[in-house]
Structures are given as C-alpha cells and as structure tokens.
C-alpha cells in the first residue's frame, strides 16, 4: 500500500511557463519531504525538501509547498526549461526514521 | 568524489542463475539500502542496513538477499532470480537519521543496474 503517491504520471508544459507536480500522503506520521529529479540512466538526485514545520520552502526557480491538514504537496517550476525535463519523485521521511517512502513519479517534458 | 557506485549498470541473466550487483560508498555513511524502480511503481524498499552487521527487510524482500560485513558496501544477492525481478535497482546511502529542523537530510543514490532475468 503506497503511502506516498503522484497521481499524474506525466506532465507536459511549454517552455517558459510554470510546472505544477503534486503529491499525497497517506501517513500521518511523515514529517519531512523531499523532491527528487531522475534523468534517464541515472540515479535520483535532490532537488528541493520542506519540513513540516514550514509550509512553503524556495530554491531559485523551484518551490515546495505543504498542505499538511491536506496531506498534500506540491512542487513549482518556474520558468520551465528543457533541461527540467525528468521524471520527479516525491517522498516523504518520519522523524527519527532514516526510511524514505516514494511516490510513482511524474514524468515531465518541457517542450520548446 | 562522494559518490555510490553500482555495478554491473546492465546484467541479462537467466531464471536461476545466482548473481550479486555490488553496491559501495565512499562517505563513511552508516545507513544503505537498495531500491526497485518499476513502472507505475515508483521505487520500492527491498533492503535497508542500519549499520554493520544490521539489515532489514524493506517492502518487497522476497528472493533477496544483503550482508553488510564492511560500512563501505552493501552488496544485492539474488539467489534464484525470475522473471519478475526484471527491475531497474538502485542503492542509496545516507548518513543520518532525519530529526525536525535538519535541512541537509537526504539519500545520495548509485546511477542504477537494469536487470533483465529471461
């Protein structure tokens, strides 16, 4: 049973405007949450993370936002690229618990 | 370069046949563990080691197995591989348990092994 789930599969979006990937969790325990970025034949690699304590959490063109009473997050890209074109993993971590817990992924493709 | 590093990055093997994909770190990390990617699945636990000598099943251990006798290397051993274990494996490492506040935790994981079993 999947605690953690990205309902889209995929996204597409033009270049220049703003991709929206969103995410669900399921367990009530999860505290802390982190985005990751995948590129064909390579490994996961971080891209942005929040804490429960906070509700939103920036970094230059990426933004994270948290619903907790929601169990819901999502991740902004703003402007899109074609270097951001990847596949995005949500997952989710509880305190004191080195397990992470991911999501199916969404595949985004930013288009020129 | 701090870096997890997995091989083989391909392996074609047939049912039954033993094999080992090797996992190894360099950042004196003590927590490992190795991941499936599958579609429509995401990445699913299979093993986790807390330390030496410390494993643990994940979410889908079946057919299986880990040691973990040095803290740099967590090796993936299928006994009798089948079809369904036909994946895309990654092994990660990370170096602390997340607590409220921390900004830096997060797994650093290996570039993959596909895995076809005929």
């Known amino acids: 049973d999947q605690q953690v789930k990205q309902n889209s599969p995929s996204l597409s979006v033009q270049e220049g405007r703003i991709s929206i990937l969103n995410c669900d969790y399921t367990?009530?325990?999860?505290?802390?949450f982190l985005w990751y970025k995948k590129y064909p034949a390579e490994g996961p690699t971080f891209l942005i993370s929040?804490?429960?304590?906070?509700d939103k959490n920036e970094d230059g063109r990426f933004t994270v936002f948290l619903n907790k009473s929601a169990k819901h997050l999502s991740l902004h890209i703003v402007p899109s690229q074609p270097g951001d074109s990847a596949v995005y993993f949500c997952?989710?971590?509880?305190?004191?618990?080195?397990?992470?817990?991911f999501g199916a992924g969404t595949t985004v493709t930013v288009r020129a | 370069e701090a870096q997890v590093t997995q091989n083989p990055r391909y392996l074609i093997t047939v049912t039954g046949k033993k094999l080992t994909v090797t996992c190894s770190q360099n950042m004196n990390h003590e927590y490992m563990s190795w991941y499936r990617q599958d579609p429509g699945l995401g990445l699913r636990q299979i093993y986790y080691?807390?330390?030496?000598?410390?494993?643990d099943k994940g979410d889908v251990p079946e057919g299986y197995k880990v040691s973990r006798k040095e803290k740099r290397n967590f090796p993936l051993i299928l006994e009798s591989p089948s079809p369904n274990q036909t994946s895309l494996y990654f092994c990660?490492?990370?170096?602390?348990?997340?607590?409220?506040?921390?900004?830096?935790?997060?797994?650093?994981f290996g570039s993959g092994t596909r895995l076809t079993v005929v």
């Open positions: 080691s807390m330390n030496v000598e410390v494993t």
């Open positions: 929040i804490s429960s304590i906070k």
């Open positions: 997952a989710a971590s509880a305190s004191n618990d080195y397990k992470l817990s």
């Open positions: 990660a490492s990370s170096s602390s348990l997340y607590s409220a506040g921390a900004t830096n935790y997060g797994y650093t």
């Open positions: 367990n009530s325990m999860f505290d802390y």
